[in-house]
């Protein structure tokens, strides 16, 4: 009797601790808290690789490619035999030093490919703030390596705009595309068109956007950029996840909205 009695106390107290695990995991859009972490001019490397590290496995959207094993090189544990990235980034490019060498692959990621993979890395530097870029490179340097980056690599801030290397706040808010409602300011700060075409610019790996007003509403369009798993376009079941999750965090809800209506009216 007693022994059963445990049982189902055992089971519902797992039950109860699995809801709480589902439903920490589910809400990330909706509430992922702004964290602000300044990196002023005596930021430690410990500090830069762990907003790196939050930078990496949040808003720049780094894991919807990186560590499935297919898509993306690893980045944090091996790949084909070089090591991880901390190990290999010095000796991918005759010259370049693997601080250089992280720098590129976020800023031009086209100027240099790893072999065996599909150019489909966004421009990283037009999503992300410089303090959220140098602070994933300093973690992709702890990653087998020296880490190297320090507060003279980041670019002074203005007492205006707070900086922020974990999460939206700075970088959403005022400072993303500079406060701009003008829509082509937001799509060319948030970098949509490293993967669609709209209205001939662009590249052509996920859906021409031109005419997505003719099958999207514009509530369905607000929902896709909130959360990209809502839906996928049909035909392009196969690149499923790879559009980033982080917009919702990164702009404001004028910029969202006026992003909205201007692509709904692409009909
Ligand atoms: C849409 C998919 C995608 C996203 C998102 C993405 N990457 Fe990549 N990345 C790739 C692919 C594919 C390659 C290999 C081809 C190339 O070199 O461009 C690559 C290459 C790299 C390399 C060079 C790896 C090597 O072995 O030399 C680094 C470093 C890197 N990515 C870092 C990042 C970081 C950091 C982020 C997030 C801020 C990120 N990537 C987001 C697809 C992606
Ligand atoms: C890293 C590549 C990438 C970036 C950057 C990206 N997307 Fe996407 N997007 C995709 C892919 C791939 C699909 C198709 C698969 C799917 O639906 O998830 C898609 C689908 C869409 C769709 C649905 C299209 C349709 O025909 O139904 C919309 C709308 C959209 N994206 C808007 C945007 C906007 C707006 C931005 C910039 C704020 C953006 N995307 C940035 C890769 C990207």
Same mark, same amino acid.
């Given at each position: 009797?007693?022994?059963?009695?445990?049982?189902?106390?055992?089971?519902?107290?797992?039950?109860?601790?699995?809801?709480?695990?589902?439903?920490? %995991?589910?809400?990330?859009?909706?509430?992922?808290?702004?964290?602000?972490?300044?990196?002023?001019?005596?930021?430690?490397?410990?500090?830069?690789?762990?907003?790196?590290?939050?930078?990496?496995?949040?808003?720049?959207?780094?894991?919807?490619?990186?560590?499935?094993?297919?898509?993306?090189?690893?980045?944090?544990?091996?790949?084909?035999?070089?090591?991880?990235?901390?190990?290999?980034?010095?000796?991918?490019?005759?010259?370049?030093?693997?601080?250089?060498?992280? $720098?590129?692959? /976020?800023?031009?990621?086209?100027? $240099?490919?790893?072999?065996?993979?599909?150019?489909? #890395?966004?421009? #990283?530097?037009?999503? /992300?703030?410089?303090?959220?870029?140098?602070?994933?490179?300093?973690?992709?340097?702890?990653? @087998?390596?020296?880490?190297?980056?320090?507060?003279?690599?980041?670019?002074?801030?203005?007492?205006?705009?707070?900086?922020?290397?974990?999460?939206?706040?700075?970088?959403? @808010?005022?400072?993303?595309?500079?406060?701009?409602?003008?829509?082509?300011?937001?799509?060319?700060?948030?970098?949509?068109?490293?993967?669609?075409? /709209?209205?001939?610019?662009?590249?052509?790996?996920?859906?021409?956007?031109?005419?997505?007003?003719?099958?999207?509403?514009?509530?369905?369009?607000?929902? %896709?950029?909130?959360?990209?798993?809502?839906?996928?376009?049909? @035909? $392009?079941?196969?690149?499923?996840?790879? #559009?980033?999750?982080?917009?919702?965090? #990164?702009?404001?809800?004028?910029?969202?909205?006026?992003?909205?209506?201007? /692509?709904?009216?692409?009909?």
């Amino acid at each position: 009797m007693w022994a059963t009695n445990l049982k189902v106390v055992a089971i519902v107290l797992g039950t109860l601790a699995l809801y709480t695990l589902i439903a920490n %995991k589910i809400p990330q859009v909706e509430s992922e808290v702004p964290q602000t972490l300044t990196l002023g001019a005596n930021v430690t490397p410990e500090q830069l690789v762990a907003a790196g590290e939050k930078v990496f496995n949040g808003i720049g959207g780094c894991t919807t490619c990186h560590g499935l094993g297919t898509r993306a090189p690893n980045l944090l544990t091996d790949e084909k035999g070089t090591g991880a990235i901390g190990v290999r980034c010095g000796k991918r490019e005759a010259g370049k030093t693997c601080k250089q060498y992280l $720098y590129e692959s /976020l800023d031009q990621p086209t100027a $240099y490919i790893v072999a065996g993979y599909q150019p489909i #890395m966004p421009v #990283m530097t037009k999503q /992300l703030s410089p303090q959220q870029v140098w602070a994933v490179i300093a973690f992709l340097e702890s990653q @087998g390596g020296t880490v190297d980056v320090s507060a003279s690599d980041i670019p002074a801030t203005s007492p205006t705009s707070p900086t922020s290397a974990g999460g939206a706040g700075g970088a959403g @808010g005022a400072a993303f595309a500079g406060g701009s409602t003008d829509p082509k300011a937001i799509i060319q700060a948030a970098g949509c068109l490293a993967c669609h075409k /709209l209205d001939g610019q662009g590249q052509v790996i996920a859906p021409d956007l031109t005419h997505v007003g003719s099958r999207r509403s514009a509530e369905s369009i607000r929902r %896709k950029i909130l959360d990209p798993a809502s839906s996928t376009a049909k @035909g $392009y079941e196969r690149l499923a996840g790879i #559009m980033p999750k982080a917009f919702g965090t #990164m702009m404001n809800a004028a910029q969202l909205e006026a992003l909205v209506q201007y /692509l709904a009216a692409h009909k």
